[in-house]
Nanobody, 126 residues
């Protein structure tokens, strides 16, 4: 059974930083591209960042580019999202997801991901 467990969310002031983690089990983590998404209250879930299976390519959403960094540690089966210069509009439930197919690049489309974590809440106060 594939499981993704996020952690690292919390309450932070604007301008602060947080690092999210996502531990994957039940699948060979190093074979799969991964992604981070978020959903704010009353809004649709949106793409944040994605990393290829071999970390050879990355891609970020426009609203986080230059402030967030996605990375992975295959030895620990863990995906990370370093979030700097946080803004109130970054407040959301953050999800990690694993792509359906092996050896693929980053992806924006949610339909390409087949397993999701339960989410970790990030709240940024002004």
């Amino acid at each position: 059974q594939v499981q993704l467990v996020e952690s690292g969310g919390g309450l932070v002031q604007a301008g602060g930083s947080l690092r999210l983690s996502c531990v994957v089990s039940g699948r060979t983590f190093s074979w799969y591209a991964m992604g981070w998404f978020r959903q704010a209250p009353g809004k649709e879930r949106e793409f944040v960042a994605s990393i290829a299976w071999n970390a050879g390519s990355l891609f970020y959403g426009n609203s986080v580019r230059g402030r967030f960094t996605i990375s992975r540690d295959n030895a620990k089966n863990t995906l990370y999202l370093q979030m700097n210069d946080l803004k109130p509009e970054d407040t959301a439930l953050y999800y990690c997801a694993i792509r359906r197919d092996i050896y693929t690049a980053w992806a924006i489309e949610q339909i390409l991901y087949d397993y999701w974590g339960q989410g970790t809440q990030v709240t940024v106060s002004s």
